[in-house]
Protein backbone atom coordinates (compact mmCIF):
# COMPACT_ATOMS: atom_id res chain seq x y z
CA UNK A 1 0.00 0.00 0.00
CA UNK A 2 1.47 3.25 -0.72
CA UNK A 3 -0.27 6.68 0.85
CA UNK A 4 0.81 10.00 1.15
CA UNK A 5 0.67 12.22 4.69
CA UNK A 6 0.01 15.57 4.99
CA UNK A 7 1.20 17.93 7.84
CA UNK A 8 1.52 21.41 8.61
CA UNK A 9 -2.14 22.96 8.18
CA UNK A 10 -3.83 25.30 10.71
CA UNK A 11 -4.90 28.73 11.17
CA UNK A 12 -2.60 31.68 10.46
CA UNK A 13 -3.27 35.40 10.34
CA UNK A 14 -3.30 37.24 7.03
CA UNK A 15 0.52 38.16 5.95
CA UNK A 16 1.92 35.27 7.96
CA UNK A 17 3.38 31.91 6.54
CA UNK A 18 3.16 27.76 6.86
CA UNK A 19 4.93 25.23 5.99
CA UNK A 20 3.46 22.02 4.48
CA UNK A 21 4.82 18.92 4.68
CA UNK A 22 3.91 15.54 2.56
CA UNK A 23 5.49 11.85 3.32
CA UNK A 24 5.16 9.34 0.69
CA UNK A 25 5.54 5.44 2.22
CA UNK A 26 4.42 2.10 1.57
CA UNK A 27 6.23 -0.03 -1.91
CA UNK A 28 7.25 3.03 -3.34
CA UNK A 29 9.79 2.02 -6.65
CA UNK A 30 10.03 5.91 -7.68
CA UNK A 31 8.13 9.30 -7.52
CA UNK A 32 7.30 11.01 -10.28
CA UNK A 33 5.48 15.05 -10.37
CA UNK A 34 4.49 16.01 -6.73
CA UNK A 35 2.76 18.66 -5.99
CA UNK A 36 0.09 21.00 -3.93
CA UNK A 37 -3.76 21.38 -5.08
CA UNK A 38 -6.20 22.91 -3.46
CA UNK A 39 -10.02 23.25 -3.07
CA UNK A 40 -12.10 26.54 -1.46
CA UNK A 41 -15.46 25.93 -0.42
CA UNK A 42 -17.35 25.66 -3.47
CA UNK A 43 -15.00 26.07 -5.78
CA UNK A 44 -12.92 23.49 -7.96
CA UNK A 45 -9.65 21.73 -7.06
CA UNK A 46 -6.61 23.73 -8.44
CA UNK A 47 -3.28 23.88 -8.95
CA UNK A 48 -0.91 25.66 -6.34
CA UNK A 49 2.88 24.26 -7.39
CA UNK A 50 4.70 21.00 -8.41
CA UNK A 51 7.62 20.03 -8.40
CA UNK A 52 9.30 17.28 -11.04
CA UNK A 53 12.14 14.59 -9.62
CA UNK A 54 14.89 16.58 -11.25
CA UNK A 55 13.59 19.85 -9.15
CA UNK A 56 11.88 21.67 -12.16
CA UNK A 57 8.77 23.58 -10.25
CA UNK A 58 5.37 25.15 -12.07
CA UNK A 59 3.48 27.26 -9.78
CA UNK A 60 -0.16 29.32 -10.08
CA UNK A 61 -0.21 32.77 -11.12
CA UNK A 62 -1.82 33.46 -7.40
CA UNK A 63 1.15 32.40 -5.57
CA UNK A 64 4.01 33.06 -7.50
CA UNK A 65 6.70 34.76 -5.49
CA UNK A 66 4.96 33.96 -2.24
CA UNK A 67 5.12 30.22 -1.94
CA UNK A 68 7.76 27.71 -3.01
CA UNK A 69 7.94 24.14 -3.47
CA UNK A 70 10.58 21.62 -2.99
CA UNK A 71 11.01 18.35 -2.24
CA UNK A 72 13.72 15.61 -0.80
CA UNK A 73 13.50 12.88 -2.60
CA UNK A 74 15.91 10.51 -0.08
CA UNK A 75 12.78 10.94 1.94
CA UNK A 76 9.90 10.85 -0.43
CA UNK A 77 8.84 14.48 1.22
CA UNK A 78 7.34 17.83 -0.73
CA UNK A 79 7.09 20.42 1.35
CA UNK A 80 5.18 23.92 0.21
CA UNK A 81 6.29 27.00 2.17
CA UNK A 82 3.44 29.90 2.13
CA UNK A 83 4.62 33.08 2.69
CA UNK A 84 2.12 36.51 2.95
CA UNK A 85 -0.62 34.55 3.11
CA UNK A 86 -3.93 35.91 1.94
CA UNK A 87 -7.56 35.35 2.77
CA UNK A 88 -7.85 33.67 -0.29
CA UNK A 89 -5.35 31.15 0.07
CA UNK A 90 -8.25 29.82 2.66
CA UNK A 91 -8.64 25.85 1.68
CA UNK A 92 -8.21 22.26 2.34
CA UNK A 93 -4.67 21.83 0.38
CA UNK A 94 -3.80 18.30 -1.05
CA UNK A 95 -1.05 16.68 -1.60
CA UNK A 96 -0.64 14.72 -4.89
CA UNK A 97 2.05 12.38 -6.18
CA UNK A 98 2.41 10.05 -9.33
CA UNK A 99 4.27 6.62 -7.14
CA UNK A 100 5.79 3.95 -9.33
CA UNK A 101 5.14 0.71 -7.33
CA UNK A 102 7.48 -0.90 -9.94
CA UNK A 103 9.49 0.32 -13.83
CA UNK A 104 6.09 -0.17 -15.27
CA UNK A 105 3.48 0.47 -12.94
CA UNK A 106 2.28 3.91 -11.80
CA UNK A 107 -0.39 5.75 -10.40
CA UNK A 108 -1.52 8.81 -9.34
CA UNK A 109 -2.01 9.49 -5.34
CA UNK A 110 -3.92 12.13 -3.30
CA UNK A 111 -3.41 12.97 0.29
CA UNK A 112 -6.27 13.32 2.44
CA UNK A 113 -5.96 16.99 2.71
CA UNK A 114 -5.44 19.50 5.00
CA UNK A 115 -7.03 22.58 6.22
CA UNK A 116 -5.20 26.13 5.95
CA UNK A 117 -7.10 28.87 7.59
CA UNK A 118 -5.76 32.41 6.97
CA UNK A 119 -8.00 35.29 8.37
CA UNK A 120 -8.09 38.84 7.23
Known amino acids: QVQLVESGGGLVEAGGSLRLSCAAS????????MGWYRQAPGKQRELVAVITSGGRTNYADSVKDRFTVSRDNAKNTVYLKMNSLKAEDTAVYYC??????????????WGQGTQVTVSS
Open 96 to 109: NAYILTSWNRGADR
Open 26 to 33: GSIFSINT
